[in-house]
Every structure is written in C-alpha cells, then in structure tokens.
C-alpha cells in the first residue's frame, strides 16, 4: 500500500474558482475624454466651415467696391472665391485658433477694469493675440490696397486710389503718403480696440448657459448661440471709435508731436526727407472732408475685419458651451461619465456632469435600472458611488474654500518641521590616552645642524631680533608711530569708495526702474494736468480714473464663485442620486454617505447665505418713495448688488431645492444620521418650514 501511494504522483483537484479582485475606474484620459475630443474636433471643423461661408460676404462687399458697381456674376466669380479664401486665412483662421489654444473654464480674478488689464499683461496669450491681431489687420489693409490697384491701376494717379507708400513726387521721392498712413493707422487702431474689448470681457473664458433648476427640467433653456443684432451694433461701434481714434492721432501728431520733432537737430535730419510735408498744406480740421471717401474706405475696411474676427470667435464660442452627448457610445455609459468627472480639467468635469445630471434625471425604467446598478457596483473597487461621492464632495470642498476667501489664492502650506536630531549616545568605548610625544629616544643633534637652524628664519637668533625690535618700537614716540597707520587708512578710504559707488549704481538702477519711470511720469503728468487744464477737464480725468480703478461688487462675487456652473451641477446630481437611494438603493450603500453630503450643503449654503447678508447690508432695498430719491452713487451702489446677488443667485437656488428634496424625501428618517450641532441647527430651519408647508 505504501509503495503503490509513493508511485503515484499527488496532483490538485481543478477548479473553476478564479479570484479576480475588483478593477479600479479608468481615468477620464483613456475613456471620456477621447470620446469627448472627437465630437469637439468634428465641431471645430464646422466653425471653420461655417467662418469661411461667412467670410463670402466681406469679399464680394469688396469685389463690388472695387468693380464700381453691383453684377450678378460677383456673387460667384473667381476673383470673389479667391478673396473670400484670403479673408477666411488672414482673419477668421488666426481668430479660431486663438480661442482654441487659450480656451479656459475658469475667469481671471479681477474686480476692477485696471486690475483686469493689470492682469491681462502678466500672460502671455495677451501679446500672442495682439500680434495676431495686428498682423491680421494689416495683411488685410495691404490686400485691399492691392485689390485697389488691381481695379484701378490705369488711371491717373493724381485720380487713382493713392494709397502707396509713398507720393508720386520726382523732387522728393521719399515723402510718405498721409493715406497709406491713415488707412494702416485705422487697421492697427481696429486691432488693438478688439483686443482692449477682448481682455475687458475675457473672451478667452467659456461662457455657459444658465443651467436649468430641476422643477423646470423639461424646459429647454436657451444656449447662447449667434446673435447678429447684437454682434452688428458691437462690430459698427467699435469701428467708429477706432476710426475716430485715428483721424484724431493723426491730428495730433500733425499738429504737436511733428513740429516738436523737426525742431530738434539730430530728428530733423531722421524726419525731413519723409515727413517734412505734413507741417505744409491745408488745415488739419478740414482733412476729413477733403478725404471723405479714405475715411468711408478705412470704416468699411474696419467693419469687414472685425466682423470677420467676431463671427469666427462667436461661432466658436457657440459651438464649443453647447451640451455633448457621449454616454451612447460608450459601453457603460455610467462608468464613463463618473470617469469624466474626475478630469483635471474642469471643461471637461461640466460636460461630464451635464450629461449624468441628464441621464440619472429621466424618468423611465431604463433610467431606474442605470441608477440601481450604480448603487449596487461591486465590480470596482472604490465602486462608482463611492468615487462620483468622493469626488463631488472634493470639487464642493475646494470651492466651498474658494469662497470662503472670497477669491484670494490659498495660503502657502506651512515649511515642514526641521527633524529633531536625535540624542548621541554616550560613548562606552574606554578612553585610551594619545601620546603626542615621539616615543623613541631622539638621536643627539650635530653641532653643524644646531648652528644652521639657530640663524634659520625661526631660529633663536631670528626671534631675539624679532623681540629687540618690538621693545624698542614700543619706546617710539606717538608722533612717528602715526606714520604706520597712513597705509591702513588708505585702504579703509577705498573701500569705502567702492562701497558708495556700489551704493550709487544701485540707487540708479532702481531710481530707473521701468515700473518707477511710469510711476513718476503719471504723477508729473497728472500734476501738469490739474494746474492747466480747467477744471472741467480735470473732473472728467477724476471720473475716468475712479471708474478704472474702482471694484465691482459682481465681479467680485463672480471671483469668489468661478466655477458655479459647475457646482449647481454638482448638487443636482447629488441630491437627485441621494433622493432616489431610498427606494433604489438595495444595499443601504448612499446612506453612510447622507451625513457628509447634506453637511457640506448645509456649510456651503449657509456661507453663501451669510454673503447674501452682506450684500443686502450694503444697500438696504427702499420702497417706491425713497427709490426715487436715491443719489447717483446710491442707485450704482444698488446695481452692482444686483449683480452680485445674481452672480449668486444659482448656486443658492440649487442648494435650498437639493436641500428641501432631501428633506421631503426622508422626512423623520433623518434622524437616525447624527450631525455636527451648528449642521442640525440649520438643517432643522428645512425640516421646520416643509413641516409648515404640508
């Protein structure tokens, strides 16, 4: 039997138990966000499709112009297709791709237009886009110039368009053309107003649309989409400031800077050759009308380049806040959202949340389905709940602590402790003593060797000396003792040379600093400013400066909640998931949750409440009396509430109806949770005014 059992091998039984553990959630990078790329990618091919139909319409405006009058066949013609092409390259492309590359979910912090600007010039899309802007507008200019010769390039010279560089002038070859000036003039004036507009309304930021409350999810809200009324008026606007901004630049200059200039030596020999014929001819104010069709050429040239920049950034901005569906794709449409939801970008977390606000919101058995199977999820581990929970709560919390600093950065985290240095232990090892003495008998010295090493430098006939020689100094009087010390005193004197040179060449380099030079040169000019011009001019200034300078009560409540839009969708989908847990939630797993959620409502609510009050406390709401006596700064101090007030208004709204959901929904069942006593305080004012309510 023995033997038998040893011949045979011992083999494991089989088995079809296979311990798989629980896969964790891919990240947004491999599942959401390609997903969500591809339909942005197919979008932005519509903006360029639909920019370049709009650019049409500036190239035949121009074919028309040029041709001298209206023909059926400019509507298609070559020249037409070609210059529609050129426009849609030099104005419409750069414009998108500006947007595309510095498209931000999140505003700047700036409650004031000189902090917005300030703000503006310390990044580096601000230069980018100027330049682009710039060179759009005067690659245009010089395509108009040059579709203006093609046209007209046989005529009389003195009756062409007359917009080279130069005049036509056999004595003085080298003057400049005032109409090529003016027209460049006018484009780079267009350029840099649409980028002062664009940095005041911080084009490079999403504007989404307002996010519908959950009473009213079967209203659709509008989105903002092309407006033409109003991009019109804006385009025509910002046309004749900066015409009107060059005509009176070119005036100036004429008038001042060119006759302060040729009177200097050196500039006038620079500016003679060119320039010396604008001091001649007719009076500066007639100009505009003596060249009434420039003037209609540059506010046409204008309008046709900065509607072709508006219509590409508005298409733009249109298509890119519009809601993506990308769940119907996808496998678990569940497991790819909640994945999106922890982007690190936060574009991409809002079209996440958006579209499972939207799923978990239908009302139907599929919809049930989907959420029982999001609470019940054992297949990854943290399970989706437990991940869309903790990520929710995490982006709540950030916010919440946004908000608290009302916009300010957050602290820098406190330096880490130095490590204590441990104790040395005491040394055990016995001390044995160290003989610094030779230990061997030393060899007797010949009288040779003793003889050369007393007359050594430090021998013993060298030190006596040495010795004689500071005794007898000591003896000298103090009259020829002070001759020793002229050589030590004059190295102090050029050291302290050196030290006040160094002084002074610090003291320039900041006397000369950039920023103080413009410091000094804003005072000395708004010092000339009050004492000769009158004082109408002056209060003007005062009234420009304070509006520049001055904060904005809702920029600054924009500022303490950039990314509200984002956390109204947030507590939507929360407390719809939580609401709905009570009756699709087998396994209990959302209620360990309720405590957390409901108290970081209750905190973030009662902050925002408490910032309302201050608001409220800064203009008290008069009645129609008292409404109609308020001052000027009374009534701009009661709008800019408003403004703050509904900057804030969403989040608040999202708030109380999550909260009050939650309370009619589990009504006496909250008790069984324990909260913090400040929480069930307020929580408790919910419960109370729906006890009311029923």
């Keep these: 039997m023995n033997a038998s059992t040893s011949r045979t091998p011992i083999r494991a039984k089989p088995s079809t138990l296979v311990s798989r553990a629980a896969s964790s959630i891919p990240p947004a990078s491999q599942t959401f966000e390609p997903a969500l790329k591809s339909v942005l990618s197919q979008r932005l091919r519509n903006v360029f499709i639909y920019s370049a139909a709009c650019c049409w319409a500036p190239a035949f405006f121009w074919n028309t112009w040029s041709r001298g009058g209206f023909s059926l066949w400019s509507l298609l013609s070559l020249s037409t297709i070609a210059l529609s092409v050129a426009y849609w390259v030099l104005a419409a492309v750069p414009a998108t791709l500006l947007k595309k590359v510095y498209l931000s979910a999140t505003p700047a912090a700036s409650v004031s237009p000189a902090k917005t600007f300030k703000a503006a010039l310390a990044r580096r899309s601000t230069y980018v886009a100027l330049i682009s802007y710039l060179a759009s507008s005067i690659t245009l200019a010089v395509l108009n110039i040059i579709l203006a010769y093609v046209y007209d390039g046989g005529a009389d010279p003195r009756e062409g368009p007359r917009l080279l560089p130069f005049v036509k002038s056999r004595k003085h070859p080298y003057y400049l053309n005032g109409r090529f000036i003016f027209v460049m003039l006018s484009q780079l004036a267009c350029a840099s107003a649409y980028m002062l507009r664009h940095i005041m309304r911080d084009r490079f930021v999403i504007r989404w649309p307002a996010v519908r409350q959950y009473l009213s999810a079967d209203e659709e809200l509008p989105v903002s989409r092309f407006d033409p009324t109003r991009l019109a008026l804006s385009v025509t606007a910002l046309t004749v400031f900066s015409v009107a901004t060059s005509a009176a630049v070119f005036g100036l200059t ?214 004689t020689a500071e005794i007898g100094v000591a003896h000298v009087p103090e009259l020829f003792r002070s001759v020793a010390a002229v050589a030590p005193a004059s190295v102090k004197e050029s050291t302290d040379v050196v030290v006040a040179e160094v002084k002074e060449v610090g003291g320039w380099i900041e006397n000369y600093n950039p920023v103080q030079v413009v410091k000094r040169v804003e005072a000395e000019v708004e010092g000339a400013v009050r004492e000769h011009c009158p004082p109408q001019v002056t209060a003007v200034m005062e009234t420009v400066k304070e509006w520049w300078e001055k904060d904005r009560l809702g920029k600054a409540a924009e500022e303490c909640l950039p990314n509200r839009e984002l956390d109204v969708l947030i507590i939507q989908v929360l407390a719809h998931l939580t609401c709905v847990s009570l009756e699709e939630d087998r396994y209990g797993v959302v209620q360990r949750d309720i405590p957390r959620i409901l108290e970081a409502f209750m905190a973030f609510y009662a902050a925002v409440e408490e910032y309302q009050s201050e608001l409220s406390a800064k203009c008290e709401a008069p009645n129609e009396e008292e409404g109609e006596k308020l001052t000027p700064e009374e009534r701009e101090i ?34 069984a949770f324990r909260f913090p006593p400040r929480i069930a305080r307020l929580l408790q004012g919910f419960v109370d005014y729906n006890a009311r309510s029923l």
């Design 254 to 467: 004429r008038i001042l800077v060119l006759p302060i200039i040729l009177r200097i030596p050196v500039l006038r020999l620079a500016f003679k050759p060119f320039a010396m014929h604008f001091l001649r001819g007719p009076w500066t104010f007639s100009l505009p009308m003596r060249h009434l069709g420039l003037v209609l050429r540059c506010f046409a040239l204008g309008v046709s380049t900065i509607a072709t920049w508006e219509v590409a950034e508005s298409l733009f901005e249109a298509c890119i806040s519009e809601p993506i569906s990308v769940a119907p794709a996808s496998a678990d449409p569940i497991e790819t959202l909640i994945s999106g939801t922890g982007s690190s970008s936060t574009y991409f977390q809002y079209f996440a949340y958006m579209e499972l606000r939207d799923l978990v919101w239908e009302d139907s058995q599929a919809a049930s389905a989907r959420r029982a199977a999001l609470f019940a999820d054992q297949k990854h581990n943290p399970s989706l709940w437990a991940t869309l929970c903790r990520t929710s709560l995490v982006q709540l919390g950030k916010d919440y602590q946004h908000f608290l600093r009302r916009g300010a950065p957050a602290p820098d985290a406190p330096a880490p402790a130095p490590a204590p240095v441990p104790p040395k232990k005491p040394d055990t090892t016995p001390a044995t003593p160290l003989i610094r003495q030779p230990i061997f008998k030393a060899a007797p010295i010949p009288p040779v060797r003793s003889v050369i090493e007393s007359l050594a430098s430090d021998g013993m006939i060298t030190q006596a000396v040495a010795s």
């Design 638 to 671: 009661r709008a800019e509430v408003v403004l703050a007030k509904d900057a804030v208004r969403p989040i608040n709204d999202a708030f109380k109806e999550g909260l009050a959901r939650i309370v009619r929904t589990f009504g006496d069942k909250l008790q």
